[in-house]
């Protein structure tokens, strides 16, 4: 398969941090190795990252814009290492790094 036939397939989940899809995740001063982890929804139309600042970042997918619009939510005192939409799109796990805590969102 070459990369020109797999360039605009739909992938059943995204977490990579890097691609087109994401480009606008990365903010202005991120060093590119900020955001740890990320997260698409299953309905391909929210995206939510990790942090090295301790935060949990809700995009809408795809984030292409380098000023995308985003909430950030705090709840881990350090940097949060994964992030993960359940079944249905409504909650969102979180895990911290050194407090070493999971956090359910609820999404609205």
């Known amino acids: 398969t070459s990369t020109k036939d797999m360039r605009d397939v739909n992938m ?3 977490t990579c941090t ?3 899809p994401v480009c606008g995740i990365w ?3 991120y060093d590119g190795t900020d955001i740890n982890a990320l997260c698409r929804s299953h309905n391909d139309k929210l995206l ?3 942090d090295d600042f301790g935060l949990v ?3 809408r997918y795809p ?3 380098p000023t995308a619009e985003w909430s950030s939510f705090r709840g881990h005192s350090a940097h949060v290492t994964k992030v993960r939409f359940l079944h249905g799109d409504k909650e969102v796990f979180s895990l ?3 407090d070493q805590s999971i956090i359910q969102w609820g999404i609205c």
């Open 48 to 50: 939510v990252t990790a």
């Open 63 to 65: 984030c292409c814009n």
């Open 57 to 59: 970042n809700l995009f």
């Open 12 to 14: 059943s989940t995204y």
């Open 96 to 98: 911290g790094g050194r």
């Open 27 to 29: 903010p202005v001063g």
């Open 18 to 20: 890097l691609g087109f």
